[in-house]
């Protein structure tokens, strides 16, 4: 018995392993004049970011409010709401660190707020160290890590960062897209690639 | 009639904090009376109201304003106007949410809308006075009569830390109602022209 478990393991692997196309990055490998790449989104500090979010999780889909802002350096907070005001999550994050805040109970499960934790912690990380740089056309890709997880953002030719992906060797597991200009973002649209967890946002005025 | 009782009593809800003192037991009792004989007989309630809400790291409260209706029957439609259009309906089985046209139906069975359901009903209706689900106590200052509820429930103390319902002075409806949770932060709901006992459309808790 053990022999047939062991062997349907293995093909099992061997079929993913193979059906895996490694996650590349196509396009012309550059010098960087530069060490760290900014993400300049929600730098201002006297600004309260306030978005209109549709999350859609596990089949239910909530709406509600996204409120971002920056503390300080590389320190911002993020809470999203109900209409109704009642608070879903509050995040705080300091450089790579995760406070939480408050989870509504009905989240409350290790699992779903480290995810949740992780992916409105790309949102707002605006200091990311530059590994390479790659040219796609007037386009061009920096490759990053955040906390051993690797990341590509890409800007387009007005220097606006258009998307982020994180991607492990084997295949994409967050999509960001963001839609604005450089430093002002109208809205954005979120996908995780892994979980069935995904939402947009639209600026309120 | 228990949902509109509670809902009456939230729009009493007019808040002076500061300088409150707590009533004595002769003015409690006098009150409740007084909000029962007022609650009485109202069959609906509709009503403008203004919403703040308050997160301790902005600059600025989040406002929102709309309409808010509510039966005899228990039936009750939060429907926001400014700045984006979005109602949430709860009937007896079911809540029905429309965003900006988006219509959703959620099984009434999810906690977290059950007890929102009951609290804001309750908060409005005057159902929220039970002492076997809140620690109540009751404050007045010179133009308002404040009635601080606390969950007994271990679930509702997860949501909601406090109920702060408020009365004008004279006026025996309530006014203001704020929800405190967990951390601090609060929402401020200001209740306006408020109509008792005009039929309400049975369209009103379809869409």
Redesign the interface.
């Known amino acids: 018995m053990n022999r047939l478990v062991r062997a349907f393991l293995l093909i099992n692997f061997i079929l993913i392993f193979c059906s895996c196309t490694g996650y590349k990055i196509i396009g012309k490998e550059v010098i960087s004049q530069k060490e760290w790449q900014e993400v300049y989104y929600f730098s201002d500090k006297?600004v309260?970011y306030?978005f209109?979010i549709?999350l859609q999780a596990f089949g239910?889909?909530f709406?509600g409010?996204l409120?971002i802002?920056k503390?300080g350096n590389q320190h911002h907070?993020v809470?999203v709401?109900t209409?109704?005001?009642?608070?879903f999550f509050?995040f705080e994050f300091i450089g790579t660190e995760i406070k939480v805040?408050?989870v509504?109970?009905?989240f409350n499960k290790k699992v779903i707020v480290k995810k949740l934790a992780h992916y409105f912690q790309l949102l707002v990380y605006e200091r990311y160290p530059i590994k390479t740089v790659v040219k796609q056309g007037t386009n061009r890709v920096v490759v990053s890590k955040l906390e051993g997880k690797r990341i590509f953002l890409k800007y387009n030719s007005t220097q606006q960062l258009i998307n982020l992906y994180e991607a492990s060797t084997v295949r994409k597991k967050i999509k960001i897209e963001y839609f604005g200009r450089p430093h002002h973002l109208d809205s954005l649209s979120f996908q995780s690639l892994i979980l069935p967890i995904s939402f947009t946002a639209i600026r309120?005025? | 009639m228990k949902y509109i009782t509670l809902l009456y009593f939230s729009f009493l809800f007019f808040g002076v904090f500061a300088q409150s003192t707590p009533m004595t037991p002769n003015e409690i009792k006098l009150f409740k009376v007084t909000v029962n004989q007022k609650t009485e007989h109202i069959t609906s309630i509709q009503t403008d109201f203004k919403?703040q809400?308050h997160?301790s790291?902005?600059?600025?409260d989040?406002t929102?304003s709309g309409k808010m209706f509510l039966t005899q029957d228990g039936k009750l439609k939060?429907a926001?106007i400014k700045?984006?259009k979005?109602s949430?309906i709860f009937t007896k089985n079911q809540i029905i949410?429309n965003?900006n046209g988006e219509k959703?139906i959620?099984k009434g069975n999810?906690?977290?809308f059950q007890k929102?359901s009951h609290v804001?009903a309750g908060s409005v209706s005057g159902k929220l006075f039970d002492d076997n689900e809140f620690k109540i106590s009751y404050f007045k200052s010179n133009t308002t009569y404040r009635v601080k509820l606390l969950p007994k429930d271990k679930?509702l103390m997860?949501?909601i830390k406090a109920v702060n319902l408020y009365f004008k002075k004279g006026n025996g409806t309530v006014q203001k109602v704020k929800?405190v949770?967990?951390?601090g932060?609060y929402?401020l709901i200001q209740f306006l022209n408020k109509k008792l006992n005009e039929p309400i459309s049975p369209s009103i808790f379809t869409h």
């Open positions: 006297n309260d306030l209109r549709q239910n889909t709406g409010i409120a802002k503390l907070r809470a709401l209409d109704f005001g009642n608070t509050d805040h408050y509504m109970p009905d309120k005025e | 919403q809400k997160l790291f902005l600059a600025n989040i929102s939060w926001y700045p984006n979005y949430i949410i965003d959703s959620v999810q906690k977290m929102l804001i679930v997860s949501y929800l949770e967990p951390s932060d929402t």
